[in-house]
Every structure is written in C-alpha cells, then in structure tokens.
C-alpha cells in the first residue's frame, strides 16, 4: 500500500526520481572513465498483453501485442565496458510520453527525432568526460546524422547498413570498400571474441568516407517520408568482421562514427562491441531480476516511476561487479550462491545472478530482524517435514 500511494503521489515526479541516477553519474564517470564516457540509447516495448486494466497501453505487433515503449540512455565506462547508470527513462503511452528529462506530459516523437533532444539532455548534465553517443542500426539516417554533426563537439557511433558512400571520389556500397580492404590486406586482427558461444576472432579496417546523397525524415504528423538534402558529411567507416578460427566471415559491422582520429578503429570497434549492455540492463528489467513485465500499477506514470527506482537497484549490482576490493568479490561469490545460478568455467558470476542472491540476501536479513537462528532452524525442520 505505501509503494501505491508512493507511485500515484503527485509530489514524486519523475525528474526527481531521476535524479539520484544522474548525480550518481556525475560522481562516478571521472572515476570510472578514461578519455570519454560512452552512453548507449535504445527503446524496449514493455509488453502487457494480459492488463487490460492499463487502459493508456499502446499497440505493438502480433508478438507484443499492447504495452508501453521504453527509451533509455545508458552511462558505460570506456575503460572496462561496465555500465554506470541509466540518465533517463522515457515511457510512450497512450496519453504521450512519460519522460523523466520533462516536467509534464509530452508528445510523442518519431523514435529517430526522439535521440536528439535526447542527446541534448545527456550533453547538458556534466558528467565530466566527453561524451561519445552510440546508437544501434535503427539510427542509421543521413538526415539525422548531419543534424547531430551540426552540433559543437557532439561524437556519435552508429551501427550503418550496407549504404552507399563516397571514398577516394567514387561512390559505392560499403560491402564493396570491404571486399577492396580485404583484398589490399587493410584488415588487422584485433582480439579474441565469442560469436555465439564459440571462440572466434576480430578484425577491424578503416576507411574515410562522405555521405552525399539526400536524407529523410518523417513529416510531422504523417506517415509520409519528407527528402532532406544537404552538404556533404565526411564520417569514418569502421569494418568489423567476426571471423571463425579457420577464417570464415562470420558477422560484419559497418560503423559510422564522427570521433577524433586519435580514437584507432579497434577501441571504436570495442566501444560498439559494449553497445550490448543496455541489452542487459533491458534483460535485468524484464525477465532476468525485476519482472517489469508482470507489474501491477494500472497507468505509465506510475510504471514509470517504478522503472526509475528499479534502475537504482541495478546500479547497486554493477558497482558491486566493478569493486576490485577483496571483500567485495566475497560478497560476488555469496550472492552467486544464494543465486542457485551454475556459472561456466572462468565465469565468476553474472549480472542476473548477482541481482538473484542480492534479493535472497536481503529477504534473509529481514528475517533475521524478526526471528533468531535457533527460531529459523526450528522452523526450517517443520517446514521439510522432520521433528523440531
């Protein structure tokens, strides 16, 4: 009862809420980060098929069919690829956007046109590294990347399609420049990596390319495409192949970033390989931890805040997978434990495990608070059914 009236109380807004993730962020990014911090966007359709009590649910696909749409930016150290906090939540719903970044109820925008404003947000809060913004395939527009480049020292990584591009005064597809790259011998190795599941290698080659032709954008209001020309865009392509021990191509990534060129492709290649942990902080949201899927609030405004203070216990977990003290890698081993988890070989433990022991943990040491051990241990007899 005191959570419902938390969530429904008009006093608790959602910037408020989120404040404790951005000055946890502000504190730990120049501790946690070398050169830059990497902060990743995504969206995630929170799926509530069976709630019709949630009358503002919006309708998805087959697969999901009503829910919400989650957009998130997640903080991640470009020292060791571990995530730092979440910066925002933004849920869209019927009635709009419930937005941590806002003081009200907004109106929805495309998902492109929501990363700018986005972006906006992360660059103003000072977090005291550079800021290097890194955005699945599902960002790769010229329109938008020439918006993003108009803006003072914003850095951007996106993941591209096999678009055409200009190199060397020719235009043509990347998979061409790969395929010239490859056989001019530009490709290095770089670092063992795993391809699902088994060992596989990467290699990384760069090339400086324009992006010449028109972009688009959707109208305002409409489901029509509006064609945006505009200046030449000099970005650097970034080839990821993922090639298996005997040298079958495996995976490719096309990579569209405007950093500095003191940044090598490798690191560029590795800061996009880290993209995966909002995947994670998605999975630890709803299915791996916190069950968001499953909650029983009847409006967004309050799943939002409810996703907001579970973002906090998220951040709990990856400090403690970050804590190189001895004490602290302790505590990584109980938690695994109460987990009930079985971690592989040379895998000390994993997110999902330790948010899983943490909560064993805590409901044990709120059962401690009412009952002694001798109490417990009489109680555990009874409860698998031997004489106390």
């Known amino acids: 009862q005191a959570a419902y009236r938390f969530y429904h109380n008009p006093r608790v807004t959602l910037r408020g809420l989120a404040r404790p993730l951005l000055e946890l962020a502000r504190a730990e990014v120049p501790r946690t980060c070398e050169r830059y911090v990497l902060v990743v966007h995504d969206w995630t359709p929170l799926s509530f098929g069976d709630h019709p009590s949630k009358k503002d649910r919006i309708p998805f696909s087959a697969k999901d069919p009503e829910g919400y749409d989650l957009q998130s930016a997640l903080a991640v150290s470009d020292r060791d690829g571990l995530p730092i906090a979440p910066l925002m939540a933004c849920l869209r719903a019927a009635d709009g956007v419930h937005c941590s970044r806002s003081r ?31 955005v699945d395939a ?30 060397g005064g ?21 670092r063992k990596v795993l391809y699902h599941g088994k060992k596989a290698q990467q290699f990384v080659a760069e090339m400086p390319v324009r992006l010449l032709r028109a972009g688009q954008r959707n109208r305002p209001n409409s489901n029509d495409r509006q064609r945006i020309a505009g200046p030449p865009l000099p970005l650097r392509l970034v080839i990821s192949e993922v090639r298996s021990l005997e ?11 405007n950093a500095p060129t003191t940044i090598d492709a490798a690191t560029i290649a590795l800061w996009y390989y880290w993209r995966w942990n909002i995947e994670s902080f998605f999975k630890l949201l709803k299915s791996a931890g916190i069950q968001a899927e499953h909650w029983q609030q009847e409006t967004a405004g309050a799943i939002a805040s409810r996703l907001l203070v579970a973002s906090m216990t998220c951040v709990v977990v990856w400090r403690l997978a970050r804590d190189q003290q001895p004490q602290a890698s302790a505590a990584r081993k109980l938690l ?53």
């Not at 990347?145 to 591209?160: E, I, K, M, Q």
């Not at 040298?247 to 970033?257: H, N, Q, R, S, V």
């Not at 943990?361 to 001798?374: G, R």
């Open 247 to 257: 040298g079958e191509l495996l995976a490719t990534w096309f990579l569209f970033t």
């Open 104 to 134: 009200s109820l907004r109106a929805p925008l495309s998902q492109l046109d929501e990363l700018e404003p986005a972006m906006d947000f992360v660059d103003e809060q000072r977090l005291g590294r550079p800021t290097i913004h890194i």
């Open 138 to 167: 599902e960002a790769d527009s010229v329109a938008h990347y020439r918006l993003w480049s108009a803006t003072p020292g914003r850095c951007y990584l996106v993941r591209g399609d096999d678009r055409l591009v200009e190199a």
């Open 170 to 190: 020719v235009e043509r597809k990347c998979s061409v420049i790969q395929q010239e790259l490859r056989e001019a011998g530009r490709f290095h190795y770089i």
């Open 336 to 388: 695994v434990r109460l987990s009930g988890r079985q971690m592989k070989r040379d895998t000390e433990f994993t997110l999902p495990a330790l948010f899983a022991g943490l909560w064993t943990l805590l409901a044990m040491l709120n059962a401690l608070e009412d009952y002694t051990k001798d109490e417990l241990q009489t109680l555990a007899k009874i409860a698998v059914g031997q004489p106390p």
